[in-house]
């Protein structure tokens, strides 16, 4: 069974620094991985999808990593904003033909100003 | 434009009473998905539907039936509704099983 793990549970940095979000899985058996943002009282928002055979992607401040092998996906945050507090999300879709996706507890930043 | 919506936002009901959540989405999606999000914001698939097909059934109650009218609509009936159900339910869309999902803005379910 497919578990996956956020650590810590929350966050709190000054605005402007650099920040990696940690997330890992336990079944190295995944399809693709995505990353979310839930801003308090609102849905998901899509923010990064790796696929298995990727090892980056990138987009604007953000930067997603994936190494299957060791289970684990960074989420990089360049030149954090206030802006960017919200809980985060990592979740891994599996392989097959009943993929879905297993989601982390999520990672609740505050940026300082 | 709202790619995936639900109605209502908010409903706040008493034990015993059956309610729905609906949803829909304009993003020319083929699976559908029902999400729920417990008091302590953990996120956990209920059902997926593929093509109108039932895919995912995560040992969900029979008091939950989802119902696929068509590939755009995935509704959430729920029975005699119990302390237990209040959460949050998410829907949301892909284009096949596999991709990237999209969600919707959530439904806050209260049972009193």
């Known amino acids: 069974k497919q578990e996956v793990t956020q650590i810590p549970a929350a966050l709190s940095v000054p605005e402007g620094e650099n920040l990696v979000l940690n997330c890992s899985f336990t079944?190295?058996?995944?399809?693709?991985l995505q990353w979310f943002r839930q801003d308090p009282g609102k849905g998901l928002t899509s923010l990064l999808l790796?696929?298995?055979?990727?090892r980056e992607q990138t987009s604007g401040r953000l930067n997603a990593s994936l190494d299957k092998s060791s289970g684990r996906s960074t989420l990089y945050i360049a030149a954090s904003q206030p802006g960017d507090s919200a809980t985060y999300l990592c979740?891994?879709?599996?392989?097959?033909?009943?993929?879905?996706?297993?989601f982390g507890k999520g990672i609740t930043l505050s940026v300082r100003p | 434009d709202t790619a995936v919506s639900q109605t209502p936002k908010y409903l706040v009901t008493q034990m015993g009473n059956d309610k729905s959540i609906k949803c829909e989405q304009n993003?020319?999606?083929?699976?559908m998905y029902w999400y729920k999000q417990d008091s302590k914001k953990f996120l956990k698939i209920m059902f997926s539907?593929?093509?109108?097909?039932?895919?995912i059934n995560e040992t969900v109650p029979n008091r939950f039936s989802p119902k696929s009218p068509d590939k755009a609509h995935l509704n959430l009936h729920i029975n005699s509704l119990e302390l237990g159900d209040s959460a949050v339910y998410f829907c949301?869309?892909?284009?096949?099983?596999?991709?990237?999902?999209?969600f919707g803005p959530g439904t806050r379910l209260t049972v009193t």
């Open positions: 539907y593929n093509n109108k097909e039932l895919i």
């Open positions: 949301a869309s892909s284009w096949g099983l596999a991709s990237e999902q999209y």
């Open positions: 979740a891994v879709n599996r392989s097959g033909a009943n993929s879905k996706l297993t």
């Open positions: 079944d190295s058996a995944i399809y693709n």
């Open positions: 993003l020319g999606h083929d699976t």
């Open positions: 790796i696929q298995s055979s990727q």
